[in-house]
């Protein structure tokens, strides 16, 4: 089977904007999608967790996903978040994208119920019966308390054509390595945390679904290109200096710190919805002098 990966390189996780009032902000969105195509990158990622998907309406839904991929035009692959943990609501998410003319989709870990393994399989199975959108799996024990083992992935890549890659967030180096040494060649397989990426990248990986190319686009996918690159030695180094800030966008529940770094970067209003509330100052000053030497803040 052969089939070209949606991406190489970076995919911010896009935060999803709020006005101070709670509204969506849809003209900060498109300056974000702005600043993440001028930075460089390869992709763009609406509706995952750092978009704080669980609390958006399905209204919402259509005209963040319509925005992006209207103001995006072609720049770069659009990706939309639709997984979820009924099958039947994934697949009217993926149905909805699928009509905006997105390029993609991230279908995560059922979260809450805990599938098992074939659970698994037959919710993406039913996704991918809905609709020919290409899917990235998305692995993320810590959010979903459901792993998604390698045997799962191996099989899926073979037997569900429109599975085309997977976003590895278990930080389980022995069932990414197993990814990796056995996928077909059609399969791409991304970090899902941004510390993980050059590791990732120097086994093999494709590229990121990135968290801090929110706040530094075109830093972060300079070091990704860097490592796909091979320049083991430039991008050891771009990791280690972005290293802090890498870390301090996890002093918090994610997006709690990008959402802090950008308002400061007067990029968007400091807006979360309810249950996520801002940091504590002591924490948010951290957040903060992790960034300050790599942010522009606007005047």
């Not at 195509?37 to 998907?53: F, H, P």
Request: aromatic letters at 6%.
């Amino acid at each position: 089977m052969s089939r070209t990966p949606l991406f190489t390189g970076t995919a911010p996780a896009l935060v999803t904007p709020f006005t101070a009032d709670g509204a969506l902000d849809e003209a900060a969105f498109r300056r974000l999608i702005d600043y993440q195509i001028e930075g460089g990158v390869e992709a763009l990622v609406v509706l995952g967790t750092t978009g704080e998907n669980p609390t958006i309406t399905f209204d919402e839904r259509v005209r963040l996903v319509e925005t992006a991929v209207t103001h995006t035009a072609g720049r770069v692959p659009v990706i939309v978040g639709t997984g979820s943990n009924a099958t039947a609501e994934s697949v009217t998410f993926a149905r909805q994208a699928t009509a905006a003319g997105a390029d993609g989709q991230l279908v995560v870990g059922p979260y809450y119920n805990k599938p098992s393994q074939e659970g698994f399989r037959a919710h993406v199975a039913a996704i991918a019966d809905a609709t020919d959108l290409p899917i990235i799996l998305y692995n993320v024990p810590g959010r979903t308390s459901f792993n998604l083992q390698a045997d799962t992935v191996l099989r899926l890549a073979e037997e569900v054509p429109s599975v085309v890659g997977i976003k590895e967030a278990s930080g389980n180096l022995a069932q990414i390595s197993d990814i990796l040494r056995h996928r077909p060649a059609h399969l791409a397989v991304y970090a899902g945390d941004d510390e993980w990426t050059l590791p990732l990248v120097l086994l093999g990986g494709d590229g990121v679904i990135s968290v801090i190319s929110n706040a530094l686009p075109h830093r972060f996918s300079t070091l990704v290109r860097t490592a796909l690159a091979g320049d083991v030695t430039e991008a050891r180094r771009l990791h280690m200096d972005l290293l802090p800030a890498m870390r301090a966008c996890f002093f918090d529940t994610n997006p709690i710190p990008i959402k802090a770094v950008l308002a400061e970067m007067g990029l968007i209003e400091p807006t979360l919805r309810l249950p996520l509330v801002p940091m504590p100052d002591t924490t948010r000053r951290r957040v903060l002098e992790a960034f300050e030497t790599l942010i522009s803040v606007a005047a």
